[in-house]
């Protein structure tokens, strides 16, 4: 049998016919940041351009001029998340992509990454790859259909993630079509091969608060970790969140309109969920309101592409962000957006087979994700120095930093408590 040939490299970035919002400039940032490990810039130039709410709202250091990212920062990127219980060293969360959507090369990269650099990476559902297992900084997903998932591995890691809903498709459970599952995913789900891995949208033991009640406890008293509950951002996000908090779980995931997932239906993607910079202030103002705010953590994502998406969201009321395509892209990624196919041409969402031509080098993998979580903390520990805040904590909630332009109407203004320029 020939040895497949493993790949350590970037493909070219192709020109694309339609708008993109991971488009060349962010692509070619997030690699500089993968190949380097340093900061690059503090803004980005081109956010003008852009259609999403969160590029038309900038921090008021911005317009006093300079883009320096020389020097070494005096904030601290450091945080605290589930009531304390969980100590990072930057705010980021890798987040959830499971084995089988991803080819298993990556999946070891972004825990093994998260280890290295003392940040998390979530596993998503459907079980761990046995070399993920052996991190320690992970999460693991409690999800609507349990796949791969039982007692040893709900003990294994920092904390567990109940799993309601994603941005790219709320109200929908999961999806893992046939092709993808081949013998290891058969093996690690529980299923025949070729066979659609499908999680129903509800979870038929959670039908009410008090049930997710139950789960979150239950949860608890099995493994003694911290559980956190995943949800897409839609109008009733704010009460969604209250209810999360007093039920007993140690933080709220909220995945906004424009994540990513490879088997989405484009009328649900495209027209379903709020942009997370709308869903974060609305959930941070009333956790506050109701005294639930201090120690509940707030984690947010959704298109978060770079530290300045990062500060402004934390700004706007998060405690960390969650990256999951911009992880993606500093290990090859250039959005094909083929990914439920299984022949993804960088490797990242290949379907497992037998006898593979090229496997992704997972060193190489790796290594780009630790840099790009190195140089997106720089940039953001420069960004806070800019601001004036010596650290996350004093960052998060300050939307009197931030600005917006003329674009943004009154009614959005309002809910995200930040004022025109």
């Not at 109200?171 to 893992?176: A, E, K, S, Y």
């Not at 704010?238 to 009328?267: K, L």
Request: glycine share 12%.
């Amino acid at each position: 049998m020939a040895q497949p040939r493993v790949v350590e490299g970037y493909l070219p970035i192709p020109s694309k016919a339609g708008p993109e919002f991971w488009d060349r400039e962010r692509i070619e940032h997030i690699r500089s940041l993968a190949t380097s490990g340093r900061a690059r810039r503090l803004w980005d130039p081109n956010k003008g351009r852009s259609l999403r709410i969160l590029d038309h709202i900038l921090f008021k250091a911005e317009l006093e001029g300079g883009d320096g990212a020389e020097g070494e920062p005096g904030a601290s990127s450091e945080t605290q998340i589930a009531y304390g219980r969980i100590s990072l060293s930057s705010p980021l969360y890798l987040g959830d992509m499971s084995y089988g959507a991803l080819s298993g090369v990556p999946n070891i990269a972004l825990a093994r990454a998260a280890d290295e650099t003392g940040t998390i990476a979530g596993t998503g559902e459907g079980g761990l790859h046995p070399e993920v297992a052996k991190c320690r900084r992970i999460t693991v997903q409690w999800a609507s259909a349990r796949f791969g998932v039982d007692l040893k591995v709900l003990r294994t890691g920092l904390g567990i993630v109940i799993k309601i809903g994603q941005g790219a498709k709320p109200g929908i459970g999961g999806h893992l079509p046939g092709v993808k599952v081949t013998e290891p995913i058969s093996r690690t789900r529980r299923i025949p091969v070729g066979t659609d891995a499908i999680s129903p949208a509800p979870h038929h033991d959670i039908y009410s608060i008090e049930d997710l009640e139950q789960r979150i406890w239950a949860l608890k008293e099995a493994t003694g970790k911290p559980v956190f509950v995943k949800v897409a951002a839609t109008n009733y996000i704010r009460y969604i969140a209250s209810g999360v908090a007093r039920m007993g779980a140690d933080g709220i995931i909220i995945d906004g309109h424009g994540a990513g997932t490879g088997a989405a239906p484009q009328v649900v993607r495209d027209n379903i969920g709020l942009p997370i910079e709308i869903a974060t202030p609305a959930v941070d103002e009333t956790l506050r309101r109701e005294g639930l705010r201090d120690g509940f953590s707030v984690i947010v994502g959704g298109r978060v592409s770079s530290a300045e998406d990062t500060a402004k969201l934390i700004a706007l009321g998060a405690d960390a962000v969650s990256i999951g395509t911009a992880a993606l892209i500093a290990m090859g990624c250039i959005m094909v957006h083929k990914c439920h196919l299984g022949f993804c041409p960088a490797l990242i969402t290949n379907k497992i087979t037998s006898n593979p031509s090229k496997v992704l080098s997972v060193e190489w993998a790796t290594k780009t994700v630790v840099n790009l979580l190195r140089g997106w903390s720089h940039e953001l520990r420069l960004i806070m120095d800019r601001v004036g805040v010596k650290s996350i904590k004093e960052l998060r909630g300050r939307r009197d930093l931030l600005v917006a332009d003329d674009s943004i109407n009154q009614e959005v203004l309002e809910v995200m408590g930040v004022k025109r320029w």
